[in-house]
């Protein structure tokens, strides 16, 4: 169906049958119309922008990748553009100014009307990836006071320039929230009764502070469409609507993936990403994993002349790094998934480290018995040697799953993202781990 749309769009643009084409857009949802635009090349894509209505563009202007939205701002006039920043909600507007030069940013900001730059500037000034940051400040508020005739009245003045009017909140005097009231109770409600008589008191907010990553497990918490935001004295100051939550979970977990991938976090999409920013995201952390795997390699070393006397052992050595790594890396992943979900916490540390004990000493056994059935009936190699590998394989996973568990709670107590000791960065401590037991096990039962 989306080709079919493609190939006439791309015929009346080539035709020039303009008229006909801002029907054919108008007939459209605004991402599929966005879709479409991210399809064309820069030249089409600002020609089709120009065509739709303005209302439309600015709808269909906050579905673009940043990239088609910088590119249209650039390319429009300083009045143009001002025109699109007005239309867009306020959230909308200031990730896009975000990722502007300052010196478009300080034009645009300019040539927007005083209550958008208002909005704007009240957002900009919040921390970054803070609840404050990715408010709106569109919503519909209620003086408690009110009748419900005058609510509806206000909600019809106000309504079409709010992010949503399912929900309005409740303010007493001083601007704090006391409570809020749904659309659908006003409308059955008589038209006389007070406000402040029928609104819902249990409110549950957040604050300007709070990390986004918080904020969306409030969402998944209570299951909300829109949670209101408040200062410190609760003064309500925005609200923020579950569209913006979804963008922050798929942002939220592109970066924790990147980061247990041991890639440095990248806010640009992969096809987007030239090979230089590929190539500056992903060096730095193979420089520090290929420098602290040479300890490794020392370790080999130093028992260089143990190996010469069982010059078997030394074919077994990747298949216990590989396998404590591997086990590592489960245990890891695990645990920063239950502390990115809240469902693991400090004190739950201890709890932690027995289950993985006993899920390591089950793994560990399960594959040392399938090993030693492998070593002797397949490898022929003697029951020393066998015992060495299996008995240390038991313990690379052992020390695996502890540290695969532990790494990520300590980096989260030291406020470091847990994901940072994925997989990766785990491999390495655990090869260095197992090589030093199998070696002191070398040492104990082959007396090496």
Partial sequence: ???????ELLELLDTKQYTKLRQFLGEMNDADIAALMEGLEEKALLKVFRILPKDLAADVFSYLEVDSQQMIITSLSDREAAN???NLMADDAVDLLEEMPANVVDKLL??????????INHLLRYPEDS????MTVEYVSLKESMTVAEAIERIRRVGLDSETINICYVLDSKRRLVGTV???YLLLSDSDEIIGDIMHENVISINTLMDQEQVAAQFKKYDFTAMPVVDNEDRLVGIITVDDIVDIMEEETTEDMEKMAAIVPSDKPYMRTSVLETYGKRIPWLLLLMVSATFTGAIISSFEEALSVYASLIAFIPMLMDTGGNAGGQASVTVIRGLSLGEIGYRDVPRVVWKEVRVAVLCGLTLAAANFAKLMLFDRVGLAVAATVCLTLV???LMAMLVGCLLPVGAKRLGFDPAVMASPFITTIVDALSLLAY???ASLILGI
């Fill in 131 to 134: 609840a404050g940051s990715i």
């Fill in 439 to 441: 070696f002191r096990m």
């Fill in 1 to 7: 169906m989306e080709k079919e749309e493609m190939r």
């Fill in 182 to 184: 749904a659309l659908r």
């Fill in 110 to 119: 300019e040539n927007a009307k005083p209550d958008t730059r208002q909005a």
């Fill in 395 to 397: 313990a690379a996973v």
């Fill in 84 to 86: 699109v920043i007005d």
